[in-house]
């Protein structure tokens, strides 16, 4: 479980985070929606301490990420997997390397071992037979799964992916949502999914934070953000064509 | 940066690994062009000493000395820093500013990777290793040059170049000493800045481009003032 409480985060004279609190559950997809600009990603930065607030607590299982000392962080980011919205893979090693690269650098494990476990979640996100390619000789939405083979490697307690579905096709997306959710409630991680792809919110949104102008404007669920009346959440989902024909179907 | 840079590495055998590659990536791999301008270099000086001597009564041994001199103390340390400071500075400023335009910095330092450790101290370990025996590589080529030159053009025979090298012996040890101490003076400079130039990247290939750009211009620079400096402390008694 993570917990963030009163958050606020300021660059120079702008500040872009206001008094942000959540509860990000175990077990669960919970995600960070909003427009473009809205500091879903700055609140991003700042849970996994790539940023530091100025006010507020960010708790994972209890240990503070903001005042913990660098040695605890460490320890902490150990326990954190990442995919970002590019996927970040080293552009230098091959598919096998960078899934195995978290183990080399972090456990005590035999090449073959670590070869072995690799091996599992790639599997496990369906790359088969791609070990020894580089990172631009295979697709996107292949270098996405790839990307979260590695963030995986290490058994982690949390998930965070940054705009999973970005730049990939819409079927490709679905299929990346459903991988990150399966995985979530297999391995019993926090999974936290930044994102302002409607179809991901309705697919995996277990719980649902707004951001809005750097404020948790509204929780909820996949469920709930369809049927309430809040004004930007409305304006937020039934944005697209298809959102706004289905609406004027329910109504 | 510098705090981070000397800190204790995450697994040993990770970061000696790192800094072999490096070693080949920056000082193997830049051999080949190293030979290739020294021995023209080596040529040329040859040929144009040798058509300054009009006086008959400057010995033809002086070609040989000369261009020892000028190999030895600027042309091989200097001359060769400053074109490995385009080549690998820019490659070095690219490569990392790449990296942190792609968020590769930023997963490296997630999964609780020490990336300026990493990534830049095996880069300035690995040249400052490397770089003055690819120095030596340059002196040793340039004086092939030179053979080369008194061989093809007859300005001078190989004998009476020969002798002109090996004159002088005594002062050659101080001369080496201070070349390849400068030039791992310059490695540290080109390797630091233009890591520093990538490493801290803000927006996207634009920005590289002008990162790297800034590498080369910076390096070169600091190269030139303390080329100068240490100069003036080491051969100025």
């Known amino acids: ?251 | 940066m510098i705090g981070q840079m000397f800190s204790k590495p995450e697994k040993f055998k990770v970061y000696w690994n790192r800094l072999m590659e490096e070693i080949v990536q920056l000082g193997i791999k830049s051999v080949g062009i190293v030979v290739l301008m020294s021995v023209f270099m080596g040529m040329v000086l040859v040929i144009q000493t040798a058509s300054s001597i009009d006086s008959p009564l400057i010995p033809l041994y002086t070609v040989g000395y000369t261009s020892k001199q000028s190999i030895l103390l600027e042309f091989s340390p200097t001359i060769i820093a400053l074109i490995l400071a385009g080549k690998v500075g820019s490659n070095i400023a690219s490569e990392l500013g790449s990296m942190r335009v792609t968020e590769q910095i930023d997963a490296l330092e997630i999964m609780g990777v020490n990336s300026i450790n990493y990534l830049i101290t095996p880069k300035i370990a690995g040249s400052i290793l490397i770089f003055p025996i690819v120095i030596l590589f340059s002196m040793a080529s340039a004086f092939a040059g030179g053979y080369l030159a008194c061989y093809t053009t007859g300005l001078v025979t190989i004998d009476t170049y020969e002798y002109g090298i090996q004159l002088f012996h005594d002062s050659d040890m101080l001369y080496l000493q201070y070349a390849l101490g400068k030039t791992a003076v310059f490695a540290f400079i080109m390797t630091s800045i233009s890591a520093y130039q990538g490493y801290y990247v803000k927006g996207g290939a634009l920005e590289v481009g002008r990162a790297s750009t800034r590498a080369v211009v910076y390096s070169s620079i600091l190269i030139l003032l303390f080329n100068y400096i240490i100069t003036q402390l080491v051969l100025i008694d």
């Open chain 1, 1 to 251: 479980m993570i917990e963030v409480k009163n958050i606020s985060k300021t660059f120079g004279d702008t500040q872009i985070l206001y008094d942000v609190s959540f509860t990000f559950e175990k077990g669960k997809t919970n995600l960070i929606i909003g427009q473009s600009g809205s500091g879903k990603s700055v609140l991003t930065k700042c849970i996994v301490g790539l940023h530091k607030p100025e006010i507020g607590q960010i708790l994972f299982n209890g240990r503070d990420m903001v005042t913990i000392n660098n040695r605890e962080k460490k320890n902490v980011r150990k326990e954190i997997g990442m995919l970002f919205q590019g996927s970040a893979l080293f552009d230098s090693l091959t598919v096998m390397e960078n899934v195995m690269y978290p183990l080399t650098m972090f456990t005590k494990m035999t090449k073959a071992q670590m070869k072995e476990r690799a091996k599992f979640c790639l599997d496990r996100v369906d790359i088969i037979g791609k070990d020894n390619l580089y990172p631009s000789e295979i697709s996107g939405g292949m270098q996405k799964r790839v990307a979260i083979a590695r963030a995986i490697s290490m058994k982690p307690e949390y998930l965070f992916c940054d705009e999973p579905n970005s730049g990939l096709d819409p079927k490709t997306s679905i299929l990346i949502d459903e991988l990150i959710k399966d995985l979530t409630e297999e391995y019993q991680m926090t999974t936290v999914v930044i994102t302002h792809d409607m179809n991901s919110v309705l697919e995996i949104g277990d719980n649902i934070m707004f951001i809005y102008k750097g404020h948790n404007h509204w929780t909820g669920n996949k469920e709930s953000i369809l049927t309430t009346k809040n004004e930007e959440v409305v304006d937020f989902v039934y944005s697209s064509k298809f959102m706004k024909m289905y609406r004027e179907k329910i109504i």
